[in-house]
């Protein structure tokens, strides 16, 4: 029953999100916003809204194991799963911008959290609030960067009708909270009646759940030849985990950092290290590399499972 329930909990968590993006969306179109700020906001936390709500929930629940493993698994999977299953269909080419800065910027910001996690033990309310600064930083460095990624579900929802707007975004914001809830339970349920902590089945089962709108946002960026946005999504979803979802969460209720914790973030650290090592020399992520990092995905899952 807690799997049934968790995979409910996936499918409202997942349905909501889109609609609540489609709705907010169509709201910004029909009040004419411009469209980088569309493109900033909305679509830019649109793959991130899961494990906000996910992590939001679990820290509400008591459940801070599942809600930093969320963030660090999925950051995680991300990089050796989601890009390792990718470039294994099709080699990714990488903008210079993202060589240069973005990866990088991934690389200090887990490196960051690994130091705050390793000095302090915990993610308090003064931690979340550099997170959240940095953030900001990250926002303005968009902004003058002045590229704006529209999806193709923006233009498809900007003749809804008011009501429509209204319905999307209420259901799409109860699936959300629901959704989440669900999660939450059913995988602390999970963790108990397996003896595993919630440390592990926030890294791999709910990581990876949650990491399923990335998965998909990749393969139809690559199958429609824009591969640049696939490994965008990627290193602007793993900067938005840490940086506002960990943050914001923070700023809610200081959360424990488990020592564990440490050794999963050096894993996230090395995972975008890796991505940068391979990127640098021919500014693309080979189908040799996708498989070198879904090896390394496997090898980490089995590891936690020892």
């Given at each position: 029953?807690?799997?049934?329930?968790?995979?409910?909990?996936?499918?409202?968590?997942?349905?909501?999100?889109n609609?609540?993006i489609?709705?907010?969306?169509?709201?910004?179109?029909r009040?004419?916003?411009h469209?980088?700020?569309i493109?900033?906001?909305?679509?830019?936390?649109?793959t991130?809204?899961?494990e906000?709500?996910?992590?939001?929930a679990?820290?509400?629940?008591?459940?801070?194991?599942?809600?930093?493993?969320n963030?660090?698994?999925?950051?995680?999977?991300n990089?050796?799963?989601?890009?390792?299953?990718?470039?294994?269909?099709?080699?990714?080419?990488?903008?210079k911008?993202?060589?240069?800065?973005?990866?990088?910027?991934?690389?200090f910001?887990t490196?960051?959290?690994?130091?705050?996690g390793?000095?302090?033990?915990?993610?308090?309310?003064?931690?979340?609030?550099?997170?959240?600064?940095?953030?900001?930083?990250?926002?303005?460095?968009?902004?003058?960067?002045?590229?704006?990624?529209?999806?193709?579900?923006?233009?498809?929802?900007?003749?809804?009708?008011?009501?429509?707007?209204?319905?999307?975004?209420?259901?799409?914001?109860?699936?959300?909270?629901?959704?989440?809830?669900?999660?939450?339970?059913?995988?602390?349920?999970?963790?108990?009646?397996?003896?595993v902590s919630?440390?592990?089945?926030?890294?791999?089962?709910?990581?990876f759940?949650?990491?399923?709108?990335?998965?998909v946002?990749?393969?139809?960026?690559?199958?429609?030849?824009?591969?640049?946005?696939?490994?965008?999504?990627?290193?602007?979803?793993?900067?938005?985990?840490?940086?506002?979802?960990?943050?914001?969460?923070?700023?809610i209720?200081?959360?424990?950092?488990?020592?564990?914790?440490?050794?999963?973030?050096?894993?996230?650290?090395?995972?975008?290290?890796?991505?940068?090592?391979?990127?640098?020399?021919?500014?693309?992520?080979?189908?040799?590399?996708?498989?070198m990092?879904?090896?390394?995905?496997?090898?980490?899952?089995g590891?936690?499972?020892?």
């Open positions: 029953m807690n799997l049934v329930l968790l995979l409910v909990g996936f499918v409202l968590l997942t349905y909501g999100a609609m609540f489609d709705g907010s969306s169509a709201i910004a179109r009040f004419h916003i469209e980088i700020v493109g900033l906001t909305i679509v830019a936390f649109g991130s809204l899961s906000a709500s996910v992590s939001i679990s820290v509400l629940h008591g459940a801070n194991g599942v809600a930093v493993g963030i660090i698994g999925s950051n995680i999977a990089i050796l799963l989601v890009l390792g299953i990718t470039a294994t269909i099709s080699a990714l080419k990488i903008q911008n993202t060589i240069r800065y973005e990866i990088p910027f991934v690389c910001i490196l960051l959290l690994l130091w705050i390793a000095f302090y033990g915990m993610i308090s309310r003064s931690a979340a609030g550099i997170l959240l600064g940095l953030f900001g930083v990250f926002l303005a460095y968009l902004l003058t960067k002045g590229r704006a990624e529209i999806t193709a579900e923006t233009s498809d929802v900007q003749q809804m009708s008011g009501l429509k707007i209204l319905l999307y975004v209420v259901l799409g914001i109860t699936g959300v909270i629901y959704g989440s809830n669900l999660i939450v339970d059913s995988s602390v349920n999970i963790a108990r009646i397996m003896n919630e440390r592990i089945i926030g890294l791999t089962i709910i990581a759940g949650t990491s399923l709108p990335e998965l946002t990749c393969i139809v960026a690559v199958l429609k030849k824009r591969s640049d946005l696939a490994v965008g999504n990627i290193i602007g979803s793993n900067i938005v985990n840490i940086l506002f979802v960990l943050g914001v969460t923070g700023l209720r200081p959360i424990p950092f488990e020592y564990a914790f440490i050794k999963d973030c050096a894993v996230a650290v090395i995972a975008a290290v890796m991505l940068w090592f391979f990127v640098v020399p021919q500014h693309k992520l080979s189908r040799t590399a996708g498989i990092f879904l090896l390394s995905y496997f090898v980490y899952v590891y936690l499972f020892m």
